[in-house]
């Protein structure tokens, strides 16, 4: 089996608010964006639910986007000027620098700075 590409879809209960969270937060780049289908050229698609998402256990539809980037420290401070709210700021641990925040609908969002050590 030969992978061409891989896209995570992220199930959302509003997609017009997750949609402005990943493209004027995040500053992803729309694809395509259909009524019930949005993709972003980076690798992610939303797509709304076809039944409510539970509010109180999120662990139900779990999704965590990790996006290895060159400075944490930087994309927390750009994105918290733009209105993201960050659960765990920028952390240092084994040599990975990393902060995490969650979309509008409850679902992980990691920053993720290797250094060098890792490769995506």
Known sequence: MQIQSVTVMT?????????????????????????????????????????PLPELNLSLNAVMLTLFIPDVHAAFHELTERGAAFFLAPTTEGGVTFASLRDTEGNLIQLFETGGLLSP
Not at 28 to 46: C, I, N, R
Request: hydrophobic letters at 45%; zero cysteines; aromatic letters at 10%.
């Open 11 to 51: 199930l959302v209960n509003d997609i017009e608010r997750a949609l402005k969270f990943y493209r004027d937060v995040l500053g992803f780049t729309v694809q395509e964006e259909q009524e019930d289908l949005v993709l972003f050229a980076e690798g992610v698609g939303l797509q709304l639910s076809p039944e």
